[in-house]
């Protein structure tokens, strides 16, 4: 290391696990110079020709990412190019550039830098990350659609040869998918949150990175060295070599540590003692069913349907649907497949223009989910045959997100009752005794879980939600994330009077949020009673681990613990305690 280049560690968000060392490669975005004049009005029509090619020459470029990407990482990761493309279609946005052109009599470069500001920053003060993370999606079509104007290129300066680590104020995803990554070490910005699309790509590649480092992109030149660490998201600049040394060892263990999980992974997953438990995977599109049983799964237990209807200009027909859902059901053979029905509300609105949704002060305690689906029946009956029809290639169970109460339980079992009936008139096969289950995520839900055992075969707790809820924190408001504590007595009492409820009317209970993926979490739940866990694939193996390391009975002492216990802090110091000594037997 230089001797004049001091180390300097920052502290981020850990966004895609991980750990990076390398030269520093600066991504800074040439800043496109705007002509901006008035015209006159016979110009007007001239200046509208102009726009239209450019909004025809971007929308090529577009797609050309998008099949680069479709290409090089998959239908998902390209599916960001659908938003770009919508953002680029909106009619009320090209509507708006024509009417500043009009009143304002300026050349189309000034009405689309005035009209696309004006929309990035309305994007940007939205109290709500995901809302807020599509502003730089107008951006990114903004600046595109300027450089076609002006014949500006957007250029991102050279990268150099050897191997690298970037470092940005922000990433767009046209940026993400033009990087080369035969050469990316990692990946540092000062902007963006745990959902923008940048993470989700280079998680993907698998690519450590770490995200909202408020202005490091200025604070680091060429020349420097960068070492990242996507597992506690800190980036340490011109690291020492004894720090190098350090965080060298920390990769090791974390790959030994990974390796011997996976291994263990392909064991039945039961505690020491014999006493088993159902690890599931939560998955979001049918492709990842085939991972999720590679890793080990005990089949799915949470599908999120979401998917198919962000991004699309037409609603999912009932063959593609049933498409997919049977897909998931081959694939997981025997093994039970949960479908949870539509859950698309406030905070996916900018996505789902399909739906015809529209953006609410409350996202969350909103217009989503089964509310949604019951004011839509026909969308709703869509599903429900789908689901039904796909029912006869595997263990289908639907389950219905959102429930408050037993009159909407009551209500969308009446759909299922008709989508039944239409398939036995028209003459298609569908598994008649096919389970239903609740998503107990509502405090209401919860407190009167014994009033939904009626109705459902079988409860799952989606604690995302639940939690939120129960502790008033915007599961997405980072501002108040501390706030959001999984191990609050509040928490713990809630689950236990739902697992209680589904005891007494005999049927299953299972846990489909976040919390069961925490391998530090699975030791209390399993106590409580909840014998289902289900995570994301990539969190299998570590929860397994924990599950083979324990016998019952301790786990059901942490649950009485945490029952006695007043303070969710107390609460999660000794399931830490607990945690870490077996994982200690692991190193
Ligand atoms: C939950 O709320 O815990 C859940 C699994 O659903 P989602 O995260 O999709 O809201
Ligand atoms: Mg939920």
Redesign the pocket.
């Known amino acids: 290391m230089d001797s004049k280049r001091e180390e300097k560690e920052y502290q981020g968000i850990a966004a895609s696990p991980g750990i990076a060392h390398g030269p520093v490669s600066l991504l800074r975005e040439t800043e496109l110079s705007i002509p901006k004049y008035k015209i006159e009005s016979d110009r007007l029509e001239d200046e509208n020709i102009r726009f239209e090619n450019a909004l025809l020459s971007t929308r090529k470029q577009i797609q050309a990412i998008r099949d680069q990407v479709e290409t090089s990482l998959g239908e998902d990761e390209a599916r960001i190019f659908d938003a770009h493309l919508l953002v680029l279609e909106d009619q009320a946005l090209i509507d708006e550039t024509i009417r500043e052109m009009k009143s304002d009599l300026v050349n189309v470069e000034s009405a689309v830098w005035t009209v696309g500001n004006r929309y990035i920053e309305a994007f940007g003060q939205i109290d709500d990350e995901y809302l807020r993370e599509r502003a730089s999606d107008i951006r990114d079509v903004m600046r595109r659609l300027l450089s076609n104007l002006t014949g500006e290129s957007l250029g991102d300066g050279d990268r150099p040869d050897d191997k690298h680590v970037i470092v940005a104020h922000e990433i767009s995803p046209s940026d993400s998918a033009c990087i080369d990554k035969d050469h990316l070490l990692g990946l540092v910005t000062d902007i963006g949150g745990k959902t923008g699309h940048t993470v989700i790509v280079a998680r993907s590649m698998n690519i450590p990175a770490v995200v909202g480092l408020g202005d490091l992109s200025k604070k680091v030149s060429p020349g420097d060295v960068i070492l990242v660490d996507g597992y506690e998201g800190n980036v340490i600049v011109n690291p020492s070599d004894s720090t190098i040394f350090r965080y060298g060892k920390l990769k090791d263990e974390h790959i030994t540590l990974e390796k011997r999980m996976l291994a263990l992974s392909k064991d039945v997953s039961q505690t020491k003692d014999g006493h088993k438990i159902r690890l599931m995977a939560n998955i979001e599109s049918e492709k990842e069913a085939k991972r999720a049983l590679e890793i080990g799964a005990d089949g799915i237990g ?1 599908f ?1 349907t979401e998917y198919l209807f962000l991004n699309v200009r037409k609603l999912p027909s009932e063959e593609e649907q049933y498409l997919a859902y049977r897909e998931v059901a081959e694939t997981m053979g025997d093994l039970p497949v949960v479908i949870r029905t539509l ?1 698309l509300g406030g905070d996916k609105i900018s996505t789902a223009r399909a739906l015809g949704m529209h953006h609410e002060s409350n996202p969350f305690l909103g217009y989503r989910a089964i509310r949604y689906c019951l004011d839509n029946v026909e969308l709703f009956n869509t599903q429900l045959r789908a689901l039904l029809r796909s029912s006869v290639h595997g263990n289908v169970r639907i389950m219905y ?1 959102m429930i408050s109460g037993a009159p909407e339980l009551i209500q969308a079992n009446e759909c299922l009752q008709s989508a039944k009936e239409q398939l036995r008139d028209e003459g298609i096969a569908f598994n008649d005794d096919i389970e239903v289950g609740s998503m107990i ?1 509502i405090p209401s839900a919860a407190v009167a879980s014994d009033t939904l055992v009626e109705g459902s075969s079988f409860f799952s707790i ?5 939690i939120q809820y129960l502790m008033a924190v915007d599961r997405l408001n980072d501002r108040v994330a501390h706030l959001y504590e999984p191990t609050h007595p509040s928490v713990v009492r809630t689950l236990k009077m739902v697992v209680d409820a589904a005891r007494k009317g005999e049927i299953d209970v299972s846990i ?2 976040e919390t069961a993926g925490d391998p530090v979490m699975v030791p209390l739940l399993i106590g409580l009673g909840i014998e289902s866990l289900s995570m994301s694939p990539s969190l299998l193996p570590n929860a397994k681990y924990v599950v083979q390391s324990m016998e019952l009975q301790e786990a059901k002492d942490l649950a009485a613990m945490a029952l006695q216990e007043t303070d969710g802090s107390v609460i999660l110091e000794k399931l830490t305690e607990f945690y870490d000594a077996r994982m200690a037997s692991l190193y």
Request: a negative charge; glycine letters at 16%.
């Open positions: 949470l999120r859950d997100p995520e989606g604690s995302n939600d639940l489909c949020g």
